[in-house]
């Protein structure tokens, strides 16, 4: 963890400090199934970790400590956005621009008395374009920041899509800004949660400057022909600029640690069409032993107490519905849409959910990628998956065009599975300090 702000050397000239955070969807209205993404799970009387009240303190105390210009957050929800982030007007971040569309959703906060919008903002795809610049100065400076949150899963041509239009657009505001050269001048942070290491085809797009069909990512090409970075060089991975020589690892620390779960989960480490692993479906058939009456079966009332055991109320969550449709559930109106159907689901009174049905939720728990709710559900039923440390991924990363200079990094450095009592999401933030460089 962070002990102090981030402390910059003494510099001559503008200065930028950025921080971006994805801070981790439930916030404090849009879904209830945080306490699930805590391993192991939290104790009764430790639930309140995983509340919002007690996360979004320390959101607030990490924002107050780094003490950044501009603040840029994935994964916020517009359904509660203006009472979830009130602290952050309360630290001084008056101004706001929230991305237009979608349940997770990029927001970019600044200081009003020290920031301005030097032009409207604009929403790519999953990116959210702001330019800023000095109120009240005759000469301008004009910095622009991508907040951007790739999308996930296995779509290496959209991440690809995605990152290009937004520097492309990120090009166009320069130009309107009337930026000199700006494929040599322009001064671009972009950041966020990019769902993908250093393997992945945006990464590379913006580190190598190019990206062409011949890159396969998750067993395809990203690109149907060649894409180049609309700047003259690629843009620089700023966490892996500074001297790290007196640290213990060279290498910039991992942005995703959580526990380690794939390889207890299914017989082949793959996001594509998992299958649940012999040990699981052991494990499954053990819990469901446990579970049933003393017919051997899951009723209605057995189902219940198991649903409430795993998600501490009834009526919610994939596992009710699912458990629904294995016991004979059938929506009276098939066409309307899934948003309208899943509030009609109920447990029929004379179902049975066999062992089948019973595995068969799991295994649509593992195709959605909820591994952690799977290993949640396991440990609260008795059963719990064995350790198997942490994974760790540089998923959360920061660059800047050659026109800037980082001249600070700040490192948050977690052991442990993340969100826990210190860290409010799975994901740990990243922050640095630009200056302008002396192109002369």
């Known amino acids: 963890l962070p002990r102090a702000p981030l402390v910059s050397p003494p510099i001559v000239g503008e200065q930028l400090t950025v921080l971006s955070y994805n801070i981790l969807l439930p916030n404090s209205s849009d879904g209830w199934w945080t306490f699930k993404m805590y391993n192991p ?50 630290l001084g971040y008056d101004g706001v621009e929230l991305f237009k569309k979608g349940r997770f959703r990029p927001a970019t906060f600044w200081k009003t008395s020290q920031w301005e919008l030097a032009i409207p903002a604009a929403h790519k795809d999953r990116c959210l374009l702001t330019a800023f ?38 090009m166009t505001m320069a130009r309107k ?23 992945c085809g945006a990464v590379r797009f913006l580190e190598d400057g190019f990206i062409d069909e011949t890159f396969v990512e998750d067993g395809g090409p990203v690109s149907s022909n060649l894409k180049k970075l ?3 060089q690629p843009m620089l991975d700023v966490p892996s600029s500074v001297d790290r020589s007196s640290c213990t690892d060279n290498a910039p620390p991992p942005t995703m640690v959580v526990s ?11 996001y594509d069409d998992p ?11 053990r819990i469901y032993k446990k579970l049933s009456n003393s017919d051997g079966v899951m ?53 049975v959910l066999t062992l089948e049905g019973f595995t068969g939720v799991y295994q649509q728990e593992l195709s959605g990628g909820k591994f952690w709710g799977i290993a949640h559900d396991m440990a609260v039923l ?59």
């Open 382 to 440: 008795g059963d719990p998956l064995p350790d198997a440390g942490v994974f760790e991924a540089r998923y959360d990363r920061m660059y800047c065009s050659t026109a800037l200079e980082p001249v600070a990094v700040l490192d948050t450095v977690s052991k442990v599975s993340c969100p826990n009592s210190n860290e409010p999401s799975d994901h740990l933030p990243v922050a640095a300090t630009f200056k302008i460089k002396d192109l002369k």
């Open 41 to 90: 799970p939290l104790a009764s009387d430790l639930q309140y970790q995983s509340s919002w009240d007690y996360r979004k303190d320390l959101l607030k105390e990490r924002i107050e400590l780094v003490d950044a210009d501009i603040v840029c957050f994935q994964e916020v929800s517009p359904d509660s956005f203006s009472s979830d982030f009130a602290f952050m007007s309360d």
């Open 133 to 170: 610049r000095r109120p009240n100065k005759e000469q301008q400076d004009n910095w622009i920041v991508c907040n951007c949150h790739l999308q996930a899963g296995k779509q290496g041509p959209r991440r690809v899509r995605q990152t290009n239009e937004a520097v492309k657009g990120a």
């Open 299 to 351: 009723t209605k009332q057995e189902v219940e107490q198991w649903l409430e055991t795993i998600n501490l109320k009834l009526n919610r969550g994939d596992e009710f519905r699912s458990a629904a449709k294995h016991m004979g559930w059938v929506d009276p109106n098939p066409e309307d849409p899934y948003q309208v159907q899943k509030y009609r689901v109920q447990i029929p009174d004379d179902g």
């Open 177 to 199: 800004l009337k930026v000199p050269k700006p494929e040599d001048q322009i001064k671009l942070i972009v950041c966020g949660d990019f769902n993908g290491g250093s393997e």
């Open 230 to 232: 609309p700047l003259s």
């Open 275 to 285: 299958i649940l692993s012999k040990s699981m479906f052991e494990r499954l058939e």
């Open 260 to 270: 380690e779960l794939m390889a207890n989960l299914m017989e082949e480490a793959t």
